[in-house]
């Protein structure tokens, strides 16, 4: 069965630091990833999207690569902040008949300390 | 602009009993997703729902079932409720159904059931 794995359940940082967040998968194989941020108590907020033919995307002070050979995709956090704490969530799409279906993995917490 | 919406926020609800959760999508939005996230895992999807059809359904029994209104807006419905329902019940909205349509996802009910 299809399977997401986020490295860590909780990631500890200091600020100005990289924050390196993994995502592999087995059994699947995603058109698209996407990287979300979850705050307690409140929903995701979608941040980055890669298509299984890009190799790296950029956003202001995210990076994410995508590997379809090693089935990994690396979520960084570049000079973090204390107000980066939250848990980041990875997600999996695919083609055709799972068009809605978004598969979740357990998310990673990150603390950013000042 | 109001993002998405999710009503009630919390509900406390015994076994066997019914429960209707509303979601108002995003405006311009047609499309609207329902997941539930146990504590500390990711959300799952449960389905999608398009054109006031259910579109495509995740691995939840017929105990859940939804529906779409004409102005978008969506209802899930949880039938003879189980311990294990209590959750945090999440409404994603798109334009379209396509996964790289960017997912705004609302805040979230809050289920217990007792």
């Known amino acids: 069965s299809q399977k997401i794995e986020q490295n860590s359940e909780a990631l500890n940082i200091q600020e100005g630091k990289t924050a390196t967040l993994t995502c592999n998968y087995t059994?699947?194989?995603?058109?698209?990833l996407q990287w979300y941020r979850q705050d307690p108590g409140r929903g995701p907020v979608f941040l980055l999207l890669?298509?299984?033919?890009?190799k790296e995307k950029r956003k202001e002070r995210l990076k994410v690569t995508f590997d379809t050979t090693l089935k990994q995709s690396l979520f960084h956090i570049t000079a973090s902040q204390p107000a980066d704490s939250a848990t980041y969530l990875c997600?999996?799409?695919?083609?055709?008949?799972?068009?809605?279906?978004?598969?979740f993995g357990k998310g990673t917490k990150l603390s950013v300390k000042p | 602009d109001a993002g998405v919406t999710q009503s009630p926020t919390h509900l406390i609800k015994t076994r066997g009993q019914q429960v209707t959760l509303r979601c108002s999508p995003k405006?311009?939005?047609?499309?609207v997703s329902w997941y539930q996230q146990a504590l500390g895992q990711g959300p799952q999807f449960i389905f999608q729902?398009?054109?006031?059809?259910?579109?495509q359904r995740g691995n939840f029994p017929d105990r859940f079932s939804g529906h779409q209104f004409p102005n978008y807006s969506s209802e899930l419905n949880v039938n003879a409720l189980l311990l294990g329902d209590s959750a945090l019940y999440l409404c994603?909205?798109?334009?379209?159904?396509?996964?790289?349509?960017?997912?705004?996802f609302g805040p979230g009910t809050r289920l217990t059931v007792l």
């Open positions: 997600a999996l799409a695919g083609y055709g008949g799972s068009q809605g279906n978004l598969i």
């Open positions: 890669i298509r299984e033919n890009e």
């Open positions: 405006s311009g939005h047609d499309t």
């Open positions: 994603a909205s798109s334009f379209g159904r396509a996964l790289y349509n960017e997912q705004f």
């Open positions: 059994n699947y194989s995603p058109a698209y």
């Open positions: 729902y398009y054109e006031e059809e259910e579109r």
